[in-house]
């Protein structure tokens, strides 16, 4: 049965929707009771499921996982995927189709800003609750919406700590994918790299199907930075690393980025366009620890695939994992008491990653953050931050205090 | 200097962008009447046999032509398969041609899974004073150029090109005289098909191969042709030369959207004021 | 190419009472089903309502005006986006669906102005029409800057406009409409629209527009300007395709470039060729077919969506000319056409025999070349 479903897996096929198998259920003797129903909701298919497809199996790993040493409260979790094909209109209808015709208990879902922003509302109309496993841009405040992902706060700023105070780097480019995940933490750049006394020389944003970075590296080359940060996102903005090497070099000039490597780039990228490039992350394969160690291990295990493991998959069993916890310490797996479990702020587990509780008024996760550079296609660690907290979206948002609260708070430059 | 070499450069990998993408469609649309609008699906499957071929350690440039090759054996068997069957059909060719599209972008990502799949820029940078150019870009510019070239001399002063023409203005008359037009019209599809796996190999170091590539050049390939007018390679070279300037100038100034985005409503002015193309009244040439 | 020589006519006649009884039955249908479907159901039939609206206005087009528009996405999408930017600034919603069907139009007249009274031919006709909507669809895309805002709207590019607001009922300012009462609006706006077009069709406009796209020379000999009755069916079917992109982005609820894309342009494709163009209830069909085996697809696991509608598409291409409602209503013709039909076949699986046999050739070669490397 497991062949199988690696087969499944392996086969990359369009989506799928299945409960853990029978034998699973059957040996940790909890097949006969009703089951809570997860909805997980990733893009399969299309441009922007080079994010997605680990976390895929990261979740249905973590699923099984829990089914296999006696479920959840004495009951199994069933999941249910629906593939949203990178496409927004998709995240709608599914979305609604997992609250009002599967009435699931929580869904994990959504790559993009845009995706999630799409299920927000109805995840609200419908009374769900929805885990968003990704990092962001941050300022989410909504109640029936979890984060846990980095924001720039856990992640630009150390990052633009290090390359402007250390490295010195003070001239900065920034690029960025335009939509609004780009748009905002344009803007946190902007903010972090002057508050450090650096200067932004330019913003420029790029279609997500834009694979021709010829002018913006001729016009990256008059203004002659210190370093370009880039948050360019999806399997088309690839080239921009490849054509950055082959054009400027980062011997010449350096390169950061908040988005590199989350997306599997440094695989596809040879050793040479890859290495040097400064980024900030929550979990690399090379992280480690035994957590860690046992996290790739185990999901090498599973899937049958002995490929570089990376930050998504990681979060797909983390999304999983603290969703769990909160209906553990709830003692009842319905959205609203997961809510109330969460807010409580005690909701904390030891993944993969090292320690992520949830900030209860925030519904943002604090974790550990590395600074870590391409090498061989792998990361070298160059730095470590133990428990940063979501800085950003706490100095805006208050569940507690504005329990109806569903807005997304932007900086101001 | 350094910025009018800039604009230069700029413009001439514009340019040889158009020429690449659409040098193939012009001789399947522009010659044979066939729209295609599974074109942008022939140069992903360039990129990905290039990318095969370099994967598994044969030379980039040998892999290249191997899979402008392998482009043009697979465009002959979807001409027997597929095209054969509507020829005059105009628009039944266009749908037919649509579900072919979708269809081998469901195969390849089955196959080959949806990610990027990528090769290792060759080549490096060449400084002029502080100006870094990509000596790729340059071989590129210098490949349409010598493509222009070459199927100028084989249009004009081959026996091929002169049975192509002659079959394709009347092939009633062509077959009257001893020539095989079934043979012909597979062997211009897929010599169609050919250039547009080369330009699809071409690009592959510098873009990457993913299953959805095609779809970032259809538009612009189209828009070209139509714009060009009858003629397939003066018209090619004119639509080209001009948008080629518009985006190569309007993408360094402003940005690469803004710059396509220009150049589609450009075409839309000219189709107005010159419906049949920039080369739609002459009747002489190629 | 196997049943294209089957002809469906039904036109130029006022509807007989079979049809009448037909229609009420249909309306009477929509109206108790709601309460004997679940809710998901309904909410998924309420959006399958505003994309029949746009495959009812392209087949028109085609079926019936002889004009392949793939640019009825884009007055789809500017429907939904006039609807959202409207009633999100205003609060007034009765109005907003009326400025959508407007915009729609008004959109389709300027573009059918320069094309139509431009002569440009049918080819390059479709071929405008798709540049338009992905023109559209890549500056509505780049809007994401906060920039870019109507009133007080902002455009979000890339994300669309979440939380279009539903709709009101017209007399009580503020009450919204529940879900069934939006299911029976969507339900009369098809039904109106259909049982319109399906007049307008029977009148001397309808005729005339028949003849047109028999032969167009001809029709402007015998003195009607052809340019006139193209331009004006074009700029209704432009409204009624903003009307349903506006229900269409009421129902998801999320107006988004997505809506003027090329997918979704194929989309409207398929539902009319597989429904078939020579009726008006083909395209409809099509939409509840296509958009419900896609869902199944999208949930069964069995490979890539794109792969399976491509072949769909190439099948209907080559084999199913007329679409499968008139296929389906003229089986007795095909059956006594059988005997032409079966040499068809043969003659197609004859060549793809001889392609493989070409094939396994070119195959033996290639190892023979790589044995003896």
């Known amino acids: ?413 | 200097m350094e910025p009018i070499i800039n604009y230069l450069f700029q413009i001439g990998f514009s340019f040889s962008i158009f020429i690449l993408i659409s040098l193939g469609l012009a001789v399947i649309f522009g010659m044979m009447r066939i729209i295609n609008l599974a074109q942008g699906e022939f140069l992903m499957l360039g990129a990905y046999f290039c990318t095969i071929c370099t994967q598994s350690g044969i030379n980039l440039w040998l892999s290249i032509i191997i899979a402008a090759l392998a482009v043009g054996i697979c465009g002959i068997i979807i001409e027997r398969l597929l095209i054969q069957w509507l020829y005059g059909r105009i628009l039944d060719t266009l749908l037919a041609t649509w579900g072919l599209s979708l269809l081998l972008v469901g195969a390849i990502t089955t196959i080959f899974g949806p990610q990027t799949e990528s090769i290792a820029s060759p080549l490096g940078n060449v400084a002029l004073g502080e100006l870094l150019i990509p000596i790729y870009g340059i071989f590129m510019i210098a490949t349409s150029l010598v493509l222009l070239l070459l199927l100028y001399l084989l249009w004009r002063h081959t026996r091929f090109g002169l049975i192509v023409r002659s079959t394709m203005q009347n092939s009633g008359a062509a077959s009257t005289l001893g020539i095989n037009q079934n043979l012909v019209y597979m062997l211009t599809f897929g010599f169609g098909c050919m250039l547009t796996g080369f330009a699809g190999a071409i690009l592959v170091p510098i873009v990457g191969a993913y299953p959805t590539l095609g779809l970032v050049y259809i538009a612009k390939s189209f828009v070209t042709v139509i714009s060009g007018g009858s003629l397939p390679l003066l018209g090619t070279i004119s639509a080209s030369s001009l948008f080629g300037t518009i985006d190569g100038v309007i993408a360094t100034i402003s940005t690469s959207v803004i710059g396509e985005i220009v150049v589609l409503f450009v075409a839309i002015i000219l189709l107005r004021m010159l419906p049949l193309g920039i080369t739609g009244r002459m009747t002489k040439g190629v | 190419m196997i049943f294209s020589n089957v002809n469906i006519n039904n036109l130029g006649q006022m509807p007989k009472y079979s049809w009448w009884i037909f229609v009420t039955g249909l309306g009477l249908f929509f109206a108790i089903i709601p309460y004997f479907i679940e809710l998901f159901v309904i909410l998924e039939m309420s959006r399958f309502f505003g994309m029949a609206l746009l495959a009812l206005s392209m087949g028109f087009l085609w079926g019936y005006g002889g004009m392949l528009s793939f640019g009825q996405t884009a007055f789809f999408g500017v429907g939904g986006y006039s609807y959202s930017v409207l009633a999100l600034n205003t609060g007034e919603t009765t109005g907003a669906l009326f400025f959508a069907v407007t915009a729609g139009m008004f959109i389709a007249a300027a573009l059918g102005y320069f094309m139509i009274y431009g002569r440009i031919s049918n080819i390059y006709f479709s071929v405008i029409t798709l540049v338009f909507t992905l023109i559209l669809e890549k500056g509505i895309r780049s809007t994401s800057g906060d920039q870019y805002v109507i009133g007080k709207v902002r455009l979000k590019g890339q994300n669309g406009i979440p939380n279009v607001p539903q709709l009101e009922v017209p007399w009580k300012a503020g009450i919204q409409l529940d879900i069934n009462w939006f299911f029976y609006t969507g339900a009369i706006s098809v039904l109106c629209v259909y049982v319109g077009l399906r007049l307008l069709l029977a009148s001397p406009f309808g005729r005339v527009l028949v003849g047109i796209r028999e032969n167009e020379n001809r029709a402007e000999l015998l003195g009607y300007d052809v340019r006139k009755y193209k331009f004006l069916a074009f700029t209704i079917c432009g409204g009624i395709a903003g009307l349903g992109g506006a229900l269409y982005a009421i129902s998801i609820p999320l107006a988004h470039p997505e809506m003027f894309s090329l997918g979704r342009a194929a989309d409207v494709v398929m539902w009319v060729l597989i429904g078939g163009k020579t009726s008006l209830i083909g395209p409809v069909s099509g939409v509840f077919a296509i958009e419900y085996f896609k869902g199944w697809l999208g949930t069964q696991g069995v490979g890539q969506v794109t792969l399976v509608l491509g072949a769909v598409l190439i099948i209907f291409v080559l084999v199913f000319q007329a679409g499968l409602i008139p296929t389906i209503t003229c089986l007795p013709g095909v059956w006594r056409e059988r005997a032409l039909i079966i040499k068809n076949i043969k003659k197609y699986l004859f060549f793809i025999k001889t392609a493989m046999i070409q094939i396994n050739k070119i195959d033996k070669f290639v190892t023979f070349f790589i044995k003896n490397k």
């Open chain 1, 1 to 413: 049965m497991k062949l199988n479903r690696r087969q499944f897996f392996i086969g990359a096929s369009g989506a799928l929707a299945f409960a853990s198998t029978p034998y699973l259920l059957k040996g940790a003797g909890i097949a006969s009771e009703k089951p809570i129903r997860v909805a997980n909701i990733l893009d399969k298919t299309g441009i922007l499921n080079i994010y997605s497809l680990k976390q895929i199996q990261a979740t249905a790993m973590a699923v099984d996982e829990i089914n296999s040493t006696g479920g959840l409260l004495g009951r199994p979790v069933e999941l249910f995927f629906y593939d949203s094909q990178s496409d927004g209109q998709y995240n709608s209808k599914y979305v609604t189709e997992a609250l009002v015709k599967d009435s699931v208990n929580v869904i994990h879902g959504g790559i993009t800003s845009s995706s999630r922003e799409v299920m927000r509302p109805i995840v609200s109309r419908f009374k769900g609750l929805l885990f968003y496993n990704s990092l962001y841009e941050g300022g989410v405040c909504d109640r029936r919406h979890v984060s846990t992902g980095m924001v720039p706060a856990q992640q630009l700023e150390p990052l633009m700590d290090y390359v402007i105070s250390e490295l010195g780097h003070k001239k900065c480019y920034i690029l960025a994918a335009d939509y609004n995940y780009g748009h905002i933490t344009s803007k946190w750049m902007q903010k972090f790299v002057r508050e450090r006394g650096g200067e932004d020389l330019a913003v420029e944003f790029f279609p997500l199907d834009v694979n021709n970075f010829q002018p913006a590296l001729s016009r990256i080359q008059s203004a002659k930075p210190d370093i370009v940060l880039s948050a360019l996102v999806g399997g088309a903005h690839i080239a921009f690393y490849r054509q950055f090497e082959s054009t400027i070099g980062k011997d010449k000039i350096a390169l950061a980025s908040g988005t590199y490597g989350v997306g599997l780039e440094h695989t596809q990228l040879s050793a040479k366009e890859g290495n040097g490039i400064i980024i900030a992350t929550s979990f690399f394969d090379d992280l480690n620890t035994d957590e860690a160690n046992a996290f790739v291990k185990r999901f090498k295990e599973y899937t049958g695939d002995k490929s570089y493991v990376g930050e998504y998959a990681e979060y797909g069993e983390r999304g999983i994992k603290i969703w769990a916890e909160s209906v553990r310490q709830a003692g009842n797996a319905s959205p609203e008491a997961c809510i109330e479990a969460l807010s409580k702020g005690t909701v904390s587990i030891n993944g993969a990653g090292g320690v992520y509780t949830v900030d209860g008024k925030t519904n943002h996760t604090t974790m550990d953050i590395h600074i870590v550079t391409g090498h061989n296609q792998r990361f070298n660690v160059v730095k470590s931050f133990k428990q940063r907290p979501p800085r950003d979206t706490q100095m805006v948002c208050d569940l507690h205090q504005n329990p109806d609260d569903s807005t997304q708070y932007e900086p101001e430059v």
